[in-house]
């Protein structure tokens, strides 16, 4: 068959599959256990490149960032989250105002620093509020005394 365009060609191939999806599923159906086995291996051997590859879609279809520009930022923040200052264990979260990019992606405009995972939570579930923040600051500082209260008025009965 002559190639007409590649819309054509695009358009016939998914009418193909789509009439002749048993046939397909017949025939890859004998080595469907072969083909799980050489993945987990491949998969296996090839862990840390995969994490990596995994990691740059992340970061370039979530932020626009590349693995490159995140390790700069990592090394900029000398590894560390920028809230807690906590060495960084696992891959660190791209901190962004939600009212910029309400999604879970971002833009040069909105985005921070970089936080650990439970940084980048405890903010989140404040709903990035200073006020909401700040209430939270006082309700610990104020109980923190009440405890430190509790515990001299302990010690004086001792």
Known sequence: MPRKSK???LIYA??????????????????RDKQKAYM??????????????????????????TADKVSELRKGQEDKCALCGN????TPHIDHSHECCPSHKSCPDCRRELLCGTCNRGL???????A???RAIDYL??????????KS????HE
């Open 7 to 9: 819309a054509a060609d």
């Open 14 to 31: 998914a009418e193909y599959r789509a009439t002749h999806k048993e046939e397909a599923l017949a025939l890859r159906e004998p080595h």
């Open 40 to 65: 987990r291996v491949y998969n296996r051997m090839n862990k840390e490149w995969l994490d990596v590859k995994a990691k740059d879609r992340g970061y370039r279809s979530k932020h626009g960032l």
């Open 87 to 90: 060495i960084f264990v696992d």
């Open 124 to 130: 989140g579930m404040f709903k990035d509020s200073p």
């Open 132 to 134: 909401l923040l700040q």
């Open 141 to 150: 500082v104020k109980h923190a005394r009440r405890q430190a209260i509790l």
């Open 153 to 156: 008025e302990d010690s004086e």
